[in-house]
Structure formats: C-alpha cells, structure tokens
C-alpha cells in the first residue's frame, strides 16, 4: 500500500511564505516523476510543478521564478517552496508520483489527500 502524504498548508499573507511537503511511503521500488498540482473553486486542477527522478524541473508561467519544486529520493519526499504568494495562489495543493511499487510492475500514478493554501490580501 502507497500513500503520498501532503503537508505544510495554511493560511499566509500576500508576499508571504509556506513550504509544502509530500513524503511517500509503502511499497516502493522507485520514484520517477512527481509533481504539485492545485485546484481553487470552481477551476479546473492544474500542474503547478513537476520534477524528475534527475531533477529536472518545469513550472507554470505563473509560478515561475516564485515557487522552487525539489525532492529527496532517498527520503521519498517532494518539496515546494513557494515565496511572493498572491491571492490567486489559493488552492487546493496536490502531490502527485509515479511510482513503481515493486521490480517488473508497471508504475502507476499516486496523489495525495491535498493540502489547502489560502493567500489573503
């Protein structure tokens, strides 16, 4: 049994800080992509950042050069540092993996429960 376990949410001012973390745990042979998505109200759900096993990285416009996406793949953990927040970065977070639970099985795509990040202005 996998699970993705988000956390680090919470309410921040505009311009300010928060620092999310997904730790993985379970059945796992290896990590190959993961990413944070986000969904506000009544929108759809989007990719805010993704990273590869290497680290290479790739960000939404309107995050880029505010929010830093990183892992650790000997914790199984994802981070996204997010700076400058605004209002219109409320949402819903979710870590998202594919992950190959054991040696020969396809990997399979995995999210967390989400964590809510609200920006007040």
């Known amino acids: 049994q996998v699970q993705l376990v988000e956390s680090g949410g919470g309410l921040v001012q505009a311009g300010g800080s928060l620092r999310l973390s997904c730790a993985a745990s379970?059945?796992?042979?290896?990590?190959?992509?993961m990413g944070w998505y986000r969904q506000a109200p009544g929108k759809q759900r989007e990719l805010v950042a993704a990273i590869t096993s290497g680290g290479s990285t790739n960000y939404a416009d309107s995050v880029k050069g505010r929010f830093t996406i990183s892992r650790d793949n000997v914790k199984y953990t994802m981070y996204l540092q997010m700076n400058s927040l605004k209002p219109e970065d409320t949402a819903v977070y979710y870590c998202?993996?594919?992950?190959?639970?054991?040696?020969?099985?396809?990997?399979?795509?995995?999210w967390g429960q989400g964590t809510q990040v609200t920006v007040s202005s």
């Open positions: 379970g059945s796992i042979f290896s990590i190959n992509a």
């Open positions: 998202n993996a594919d992950l190959v639970a054991a040696p020969e099985i396809p990997s399979e795509d995995y």
